[in-house]
């Protein structure tokens, strides 16, 4: 066999499938995790931060789990937000727009309010032709273990909405589960997600050939590890390999501060058990996706503890080691400003990031000190 032919082959198996085994890694040297600022990171000069809602003492204090998307030309962010706790009787679903790509913001407006049966929070968007879906997680009060059921809004605009609807699956039963906020579109229309089903909250991926996300939801086969009320896997990403292998990661509730993941090699119908990486992880929400050259990012805090700064983004030409590292905002006092507001689980930090390309553009939106709704842009030639 010829050296070329040798050559090809090895490429060929490299990138065919990957194995039950494969793990993504962080390259060693990456970062320097004892660096808790920066991470030994320089911050990219090219990174641009804009307020999507600063709070005021006349306005509610709490905001959280922000997540953009593009439609017709305009950005969109919602979140949730209450007057001082995480999670309180008085959290809604809250949104607004932007029409000079992000640059300013509106007022927010409500897309889901708060009643005496349930609070509502982010369950992120869905755009699909002339359709923007919304999806609403509406949290049952006094429902034990806590959990949740999916709804959606649509408009054709932007602007007005139609009235709520539960999300369903495939048999049309209603969605008893809380979806995750960045459901991925692969390139023959399927969209991946993952929902945390009841009782309490034990996630499982899913996925829908319904372009607008609205019914026809399968669960994946999956094996999560049950630790009571909820699974140890919370709160997962996803993104894609150069062969379209689906990598899912997932929060680790065992607090190893590692992400865990898991793969689909059969576009989403079946996933191997998650395992630990190597990949630093502030025990908080994932966030991943592909750049326009197929390139894989994830974005976090890859820390080795609870505290959540610095946010950083992370490269993978091969969605299997990551390689690059990228500092957005650092913890030093001239980027972290202090909290403001005091309130329950209000952390310190860069919360929830999600991200998005858009322009030529990524943008990141997150939550600083569950204060400020606020979005990190940066080019993507610049990376």
């Known amino acids: 066999m010829n050296k070329r032919l ?4 090895f490429v060929l198996i490299s990138f065919s499938g990957w194995g039950k085994d494969f793990v993504p890694r962080l390259a060693e040297g990456c970062i320097d995790t004892t660096n808790h600022e920066t991470l030994a990171l320089p911050k ?13 003492d006349h306005t509610l204090h709490y905001n959280n789990a922000a997540v953009m998307t593009a439609f017709k030309g305009v950005l969109y962010c919602m979140w949730q937000t209450s007057q001082t706790d995480e999670d309180a009787a008085d959290t809604r679903l809250v949104y607004s727009h932007s029409d000079d790509e992000g640059l300013t913001w509106s007022e927010p407006e409500v897309l889901d309010n708060a009643t005496d049966a ?3 929070t982010s369950g992120g968007w ?3 032709g ?12 006094g429902l034990t273990p806590t959990g949740g059921y999916t ?5 054709t605009d932007g602007h007005e909405w139609s009235q709520p609807q539960p999300v369903r699956m495939v048999d049309g039963s209603k969605m008893n589960g809380i979806i995750e906020q960045d459901p991925f579109r692969m390139a023959d229309g399927r969209v991946i997600g993952a929902v945390h089903f009841q009782p309490g909250l034990h996630v499982c991926p899913v996925y829908t050939d319904d372009p607008r996300g609205m019914s026809g939801w399968r669960k994946g086969e999956f094996e999560s590890e049950d630790i009571g009320k909820q699974s140890r896997e919370l709160e997962p990403s996803q993104y894609l390999m150069p062969d379209g292998t689906i990598v899912m990661l997932f929060r680790d509730q065992k607090s190893t ?3 865990l993941a898991s793969i689909s090699t059969d576009r989403g119908a079946t996933w191997t058990k998650p395992v630990p990486t190597s990949i630093p992880d502030a025990r908080t929400k994932q966030c991943a996706g592909n750049l326009p050259d197929g390139s894989a990012f994830m974005v976090g805090c890859p820390v080795n503890g609870k505290w959540r700064w610095p946010l950083v983004l992370m490269l993978s030409k091969d969605g299997a080691v990551f390689d690059k590292a990228v500092l957005l905002r650092s913890g030093l006092p001239s980027d972290l400003p202090p909290r403001r507001y005091d309130g329950r689980y209000k952390t310190l930090g860069y919360s929830y990031p999600k991200a998005m390309v858009y322009h030529d553009c990524l943008y990141i939106s997150y939550s600083t000190n569950k204060e400020d709704v606020e979005c990190t842009i940066i080019p993507i030639d610049c990376l």
Do not use: G
């Open 126 to 128: 869905l755009a699909s």
């Open 118 to 120: 349930y609070y509502s």
């Open 257 to 259: 501060f590692r992400k």
């Open 44 to 56: 990219a000069i090219e990174v641009k931060t804009v307020t999507v809602f600063k709070p005021t």
């Open 130 to 141: 002339d359709t923007l879906t919304a999806f609403i997680n509406r949290w049952p009060k």
């Open 6 to 9: 040798t050559i090809a082959l």
């Open 151 to 155: 709804y959606y809004i649509y408009s």
